[in-house]
């Protein structure tokens, strides 16, 4: 992220929104978590916790500006139905951002973030089978600005934020694996949010489009510079309480209230 | 002592790392930063959901490079084994250790204090470790003193089974071969001359262990060469086996029999008192030998040659001879100030003077256990000690082989 670019407010409040109004149009419920004063990354909510099923591990950050959000996110899963749940002292995890499913499997990101050992731990308190990925690339700093399963068995991913393992594992796991260019990559076209078969990105990819299309899912782009210079886009500003699009889990029951009406 | 050329660390790694290739990363990358390692334990998980656990031991020739080795596997979850320092308990009471003290094997050990590893001295199975400052040795229960501080518990103990030392092939690869009478004895003893010059010419001593059916079925003469040659360095045996070689360099007998018509003598019976009695007046061996009095033998080699040699007693000796050591105790603490830079021990027909001298020596030491009894070898190569060579045969006819062999390759 280029904290020296500033964020104009109303330009960011403005795309914010249509990123909001775009999901709610495709019928899925918004939950809003409100801000609070010296926390400017709590908008980037992915990086909240882990959701697995009515379970919230939340997360445990290396820098303390967003270690001091995690109370706040706490208190608004205790209070929505979730059991919340801690990883151990000195295991660092960066919640969805780091650890996404795809299908039966958790993949997961670290060195920059977050820990091998977390997401083993992870692993074994939900009962899945995790595959760590190194992100070799700093500018990729999370697993979900290069990684984005769009269903169990198809995702986006960018080639160059992984190392040769990385890509080996990847290719042999996902069946569908379509790579994301360098330039739509820097715009972080791997943040995106797979709601249905729809898949919200951040706008000029369209590269990434086209193959979205091509494979039978719907491409909305929504601009969302604002939230580039902090580091983030789509994917970044949203966390998915019933469970990812992509994992295989959130086909079988769920506590939560809230639920993704299919798009008509 | 024990060769350490190496730095080395246990890591752990548990998870699915072998789907996600972490595992392969991880080995990969010791290499290609110039380690090695030994996978010591690959446990896999059956289903896709279970987690696999290996146990990898990384080696490097410099604690610069292991550092750097295990700070760049660290990130892909290799992690140490030993996050700890060991723990010690002020001992309260003098000759016993505290409850819950750590209980020594035979094999190369290290504790780890402040942070580093450091090398257990004296390493002897069945004792405790008492830590004196950045030093740490085996002691055993006896030589406890009320405000020693003494190991306890598992934590921050690293042990290293000589197994995975050994790569060369020879004789003293296969441990676990059967024990019997009927093997091949030519490579048998090929190999143990071959073991004792290694050790000579690394500077090492070799330690023999004798019992008095050596000199009964004639063998005294070779272990004599055996001396001369410089091949024997030191010497554990009981009252019986000085008395009868004494004997035999007074009368000409051992137990009353005659070396040269095989037959007992007249009166033969009392050669060896008379020759207890003989040495008791004449004020023990070495002054018995320095006198002229004795002219020949194993003691009359060893005194000679300044070969050292520690004679215990036990509860059927006549006698006994002035140097024998009567306290049991007292036997053990002679014999341990024998061991360090001991490379080869050959024990030739005794069963006690072979168990109490193996229950003595770290496992990196080789042993060579000869006996007419299969079961005295075996109970040697079951004491745990995976570097003894067992052979079933009578003394003497194994030390002449010993001897010509030793001077066929000179």
Sequence with gaps: ?264 | MAAKAHSVEHVVMTGHIVDSLLLSKVLDSIRSRGGKYHLHGLVLGENPDDISTASIEVIADTPDQLQAILKEIHPHGAVPRHPHDVKTVVADVDGAFPDGFYCSTNFRTEIRVHGKWIEVLDQEMDCGIRLDGESARCIPMTAVAKGDCIVVGQNGIRVFPPDAEIRRHELFEFMASPVSSERPKGVSVREIAAAMKRAKAAGEKVMAVLGPAVVHTGGGEHVVELIRRGLIDVIFAGNALATHDLEQALYGTSLGVSFDRGLPTSEGHEHHLRAINSIRRWGGIAKAVESGHVKSGIMHEAVKRKIPFVLCGSIRDDGPLPEVITDILASQTEMRKHIPGTGFCLMVATTLHSIAVGNLLPAWIKVACVDINPATVTKLMDRGSSQTVGIVSDAEPFLRSLVAEIAKSS
């Excluded at chain 1, 809003?32 to 009515?54: E, R, S, Y």
């Excluded at chain 1, 083993?120 to 700093?141: K, M």
Aim: hydrophobic share 40%; with cysteine; glycine share 8%.
């Design chain 1, 1 to 264: 992220m280029n904290r020296s670019l500033g964020a104009v407010r109303d330009l960011a409040f403005r795309q914010w929104t249509k990123l909001r109004e775009t999901i709610q149009s495709l019928g899925a419920t918004v939950e809003i978590l409100p801000p609070q004063p010296g926390l400017p990354d709590l908008v980037f909510t992915a990086n909240a916790g882990l959701i697995f099923h009515d379970r919230f591990f939340s997360s445990r950050f290396k820098h303390d500006v967003r270690a001091r959000e995690s109370p706040h996110f706490d208190a608004w899963f205790a209070a929505n139905g979730f059991t919340v749940m801690h990883f151990p002292e000195n295991h660092y995890h960066e919640g969805a951002g780091d650890a996404l499913f795809c299908g039966e499997i958790l993949f997961a990101g670290y060195r920059t973030r977050s820990d091998v050992l977390s997401h083993q731990w992870l692993a074994e308190q939900c009962g899945v089978q995790c595959l760590p990925l190194e992100l070799v690339n700093p500018r990729f700093y999370h697993l979900d600005t290069c990684f984005c399963p769009l269903a169990p068995g198809i995702a986006l991913y960018h080639p160059d934020a992984f190392d040769t393992y990385g890509r080996r594992v990847l290719h042999t796991h996902v069946p569908t694996l379509i790579p994301v260019n360098d330039a739509e990559s820097l715009r972080f076209g791997c943040n995106a949010v797979a709601i249905g078969k729809t898949v919200i990105h951040n706008s000029g990819c369209p590269e990434l489009a086209r193959r979205i299309e091509e494979i039978g899912f719907r491409s909305v782009e929504v601009e969302l510079d604002e939230f580039l210079k902090a580091g983030g886009s789509a994917k970044c500003l949203t966390l998915r309480l019933d469970g990812e699009e992509a994992a295989s889990w959130r086909g079988h029951e769920t506590n939560h209230p809230e639920s993704t009406k299919p798009p008509g």
